[in-house]
């Protein structure tokens, strides 16, 4: 099975997000100590900086990484309009409540993390997004386009039922840590500077689970 195999890049782009993450956090807390006199914006700037610099060299190795999210992105648009009212409520609710309750806003970011994720993978085998993912392969034109999946040089690999499912973990841990952090996070168990951070490490281990499921059920 080839690099650019479904399953396989989706692993690879949810193991990015997380040492996106964590990099991230890492970072921009020393911005945060050292320079937060020089400027406020700095923090926000390391933040993203750092996070997109991280995926970008992620994808300098695994190129493909983002035609699973373009992929997925295609199918979803043909979705009912129910199905895209429910998964854009799903994602974007908890955002918007940051700005009720921007105190909490790293639980409410880790709420949307988790309630997007599930909604997209259970919107997505009721609407077959995941029956109609298709990513081409390196050798199908060597093969002149044979086997009965292949279809004008594409590989039909959406019939495997635990295709997306990397995508229901991420959700799952995601909430299943939710109310760990504002246990800890109310408690004074650990330094301030990591009680700010934990939110953002528990979506990356989020992410990281489901990069591992992925890469381990993927068959390169």
Known sequence: MPRDDFRYTSGIFFISIAVGIVSASYM???????YYYASP???PLVWIGVFVLSIYLFRLKNPDIFKVMSTRFRQSISWPRWAKAVNGLAW??????IALYPVDYQYLI???IGCGNISTYI???ITGLWNGCRMRRDGDKKNGGEGKSKEHGRERIGADSDLGKEQLIVGVVSSSLLPVAILVGSSSLLPADLLHMLPRLFIAVAYASGGIYALIGSDC
């Open 28 to 34: 921009s807390e020393i911005a945060y100590i050292y």
């Open 92 to 97: 974007t609710l908890p955002f918007l409540l």
């Open 41 to 43: 914006y700095i923090y």
């Open 110 to 112: 880790l709420l949307g």
């Open 123 to 125: 919107l997505g085998r």
